[in-house]
C-alpha cells in the first residue's frame, strides 16, 4: 500500500463548480500536510499547507483529519485555469522527506 | 528573487553512458532533495542533503545512482551507466534552514532525461 493514496481521477468539471478531492495517508507519524499544484509538464508548486484546524486561501479549502488520516482540498468557482494535477503531500516531524501521492488531475472545461 | 535552477533542462543519453545532472538551490537554503518522476507517476524521493549532515539516501534507486552538494550549495546527481527504466523528469528542491518555521520545499524546473 502507497504511503499516500489520491483518485487519480481525471475530475471533468464545468467553470463554476465545485470540487473536492481526498487523500489519505498510512503513516500516523505525519506532521505536515500539504497541497502542491502541477501543471502538465512543469515543476510542483506549493498551493497551501493543510492545518488541523483546516484552512481556507481564496476559493481553496484544505481540511485534516487526523484521527481518520485523510486530507481535503475543496476548490470552488471552478476556473480554466484551475485545471492541473493536485498533489498531497506529507511530511514526518524530524524527517524532511516529502512524501508525494501521485496526484489527481482536474480539467475544468467551459 | 531566484528560484531553483537545473541544468540541463533536457537530457537524451545512450544506453551506458553515464550523466550528470546539476541543481542550484535557493541562496541560503540548507536543504536541498532529488526527485525523479516518470511519465504519469508521482514523484519519488531519491536523496536529501541537510548542511553538513550525513545525507539521507535511502531513496537512491540502485547504486549506479550518487549524488554530491558541494560547499553546501550546487548539488550533482550522477547516473552510471544509464538504462532505459532511469528516463523520467529529475527533479531538485531546496528549503530554507528548520529554523526559519517552515519546511516548504521549493522546486526547480527539472531536467527530462531521455535514454535510448
Known amino acids: 500500500r502507497k504511503e499516500v493514496e489520491q483518485d487519480p481521477g481525471p475530475f471533468n468539471v464545468p467553470e463554476g463548480a465545485t470540487v473536492a478531492f481526498n487523500c489519505t495517508y498510512s503513516?500516523?507519524?505525519?506532521?505536515?500536510f500539504f497541497w502542491y499544484r502541477q501543471d502538465c509538464r512543469k515543476e510542483p508548486k506549493l498551493l497551501m499547507s493543510v492545518y488541523s484546524s483546516g484552512n481556507e486561501d481564496g476559493r481553496f479549502t484544505a481540511q485534516l483529519n487526523r484521527a481518520s488520516q485523510y486530507i481535503s482540498l475543496l476548490i470552488r468557482d471552478s476556473k480554466l485555469s484551475d485545471s492541473a494535477t493536485y498533489l498531497c503531500v506529507v511530511n514526518r516531524s524530524g524527517y524532511n522527506k516529502l512524501i508525494f501521492g501521485a496526484g489527481t488531475r482536474l480539467a475544468v472545461h467551459p | 528573487g531566484a528560484g531553483v535552477s537545473q541544468s540541463p533542462s533536457n537530457k537524451v543519453t545512450e544506453k551506458g553512458k553515464d550523466v550528470e545532472l546539476r541543481c542550484d538551490p535557493i541562496?541560503?537554503?540548507?536543504?536541498l532533495y532529488w526527485y525523479r518522476q516518470s511519465l504519469g507517476q508521482g514523484l519519488e524521493f531519491l536523496i536529501y542533503?541537510?548542511?553538513?549532515?550525513?545525507?539521507?539516501k535511502s531513496g537512491l534507486p540502485s547504486d549506479r545512482f550518487s549524488a554530491e552538494r558541494t560547499g553546501g550549495s550546487v548539488s550533482t546527481l550522477t547516473i552510471q551507466r544509464t538504462q532505459q527504466e532511469d528516463s523520467a523528469v529529475y527533479l531538485c528542491a531546496s528549503s530554507p534552514p528548520l529554523l526559519a518555521g517552515t519546511d516548504t520545499q521549493y522546486f526547480g524546473p527539472g531536467t527530462r532525461l531521455t535514454v535510448l
Open positions: 542533503f541537510q548542511g553538513n549532515s550525513a545525507p539521507d
Open positions: 541562496s541560503g537554503h540548507t536543504a
Open positions: 503513516n500516523s507519524a505525519s506532521q505536515s
